[in-house]
């Protein structure tokens, strides 16, 4: 398994905004995950989804789409991990 940050970034206030990452081996089992890097303690500062385009016959792109649930800016990092 290797972990990693793929990208990083700011979410503003009450907003969401998408990224996309691509070529990626379709036989590579990835997880995402999206961490804030701006300390609020008390409460949850974001949601995060994945969607996955099969590109290709063996690459794939992810389309991660983060929403900030306060209301402040937000930076985020977008980290990963292949499992297999």
């Not at 972990?3 to 009450?14: E, H, L, R, S, W």
């Not at 995060?48 to 290709?56: G, N």
Request: aromatic share 14%; net charge negative.
């Amino acid at each position: 398994m290797f972990v990693g940050v793929q990208f990083t970034g700011t979410v503003p206030a009450n907003q969401s905004r998408r990224w996309f990452t691509f070529n990626w081996p379709a036989a590579w089992q990835v997880d995402w995950n999206v961490m804030s890097t701006s300390p609020v303690p008390g409460a949850a500062q974001i949601e995060w989804d994945v969607a996955v385009e099969r590109a290709s016959a063996d690459r794939i792109t992810y389309w991660i789409t983060i929403r900030n649930v306060t209301g402040q800016d937000v930076n985020i990092e977008a980290r990963y991990a292949v499992l297999n």
